[in-house]
């Protein structure tokens, strides 16, 4: 009897455990979807802008899908579309990249200013503009971006060729003065209205019909295609100069 009893007492609390656990998955779901405060479109983290600066050197942006939508692909898959504007504010490039969830994908600096919209217009700095969507149809082995569309304006938030949630991006900057360093940011999210959304994708469909290839960044390769992995240093810099070595002193040595 006491042994029915010990199993029915583990059953009850199992079902608490999970209807618990449950119910923190359900919520954290619906917290990081966070709809945008209206006028602004899509989700809170829906549009997004950083900048880079010197390119094309050692830039790399660097995207990744949260899995908000969905653990698995095609279901959770997220379309990354990319918008560059020159410091004086003329239209540079648009592209889109699909992510499945977890995927990383990166555009260097090469990519982003190395084929602008009008050619001869050479640039070191460039507003990175981000824009997450859910692709429209299934991707395919030959054709993995199938379903985003930088042009396309987005519709019903969270429906396909809506408004998407989980994108994640950081821009490398590399500065240099008062010497060469380099950092990385996470891009900020910032409220999109329907007046920026309407320039950011008609501009995006006039590169795409009369640019003649002009002004189409390449499509987002992953990270360590693009990233290869550091050799070990050698005992010599590329200043011919030798390692720092440590001066061991004898006790009786005596300055001044």
């Known amino acids: 009897m006491a042994a029915v009893m010990f199993t029915s ?7 608490r455990l999970l209807a618990a656990l449950a119910t923190i998955v359900f919520s954290s779901v619906a917290f990081a979807q966070v709809t945008a405060t ?45 918008y560059t504007y020159d410091p004086d504010k ?3 490039n648009c592209c889109s990249c699909r992510l499945t969830p977890n995927a990383t994908k990166s555009l260097t600096g090469a990519d982003l200013v190395g084929n602008p919209l009008f050619p001869g217009t050479p640039t070191t ?8 969507t859910l692709p429209t149809g299934a991707a395919t082995a030959t054709a993995p971006n199938t379903g985003c569309n ?14 998407a949630s989980g994108a994640r991006a950081w821009a490398t900057h ?30 995006c469909s006039f590169i795409q019909t009369l640019g003649s290839t002009h002004g189409v960044c390449p499509s ?22 030798q390692p720092c070595r440590v001066l061991m002193l004898s006790p009786r040595t005596r300055y001044g």
């Open 150 to 163: 930088a042009a396309n304006v987005p519709g019903t938030s969270g429906a396909a060729g809506g408004f």
């Open 220 to 241: 987002c390769p992953t990270l360590n295609a693009l990233q290869p992995q550091p050799t070990p240093p050698n005992r010599e810099s590329s200043t011919g100069l």
């Open 90 to 92: 003329q239209p540079r």
């Open 38 to 82: 209206a006028p602004a479109l899509g989700y809170e983290d829906s549009y997004q802008v950083n900048y880079v600066s010197n390119l094309p050197t050692g830039t790399f942006v660097n995207f990744t899908n949260a899995g908000v939508h969905g653990g698995l692909s095609p279901a959770g898959d997220i379309c990354i579309n990319v």
């Open 125 to 132: 700095s460039i507003v990175i503009k981000i824009v997450a």
């Open 174 to 203: 590399w500065q240099v003065s008062p010497f060469p360093f380099g950092t990385e940011t996470e891009f900020s999210r910032a409220p999109l209205s329907g007046n920026e959304l309407s320039k950011l994708t008609s501009v």
């Open 9 to 15: 007492e583990v059953l009850t609390y199992a079902r």
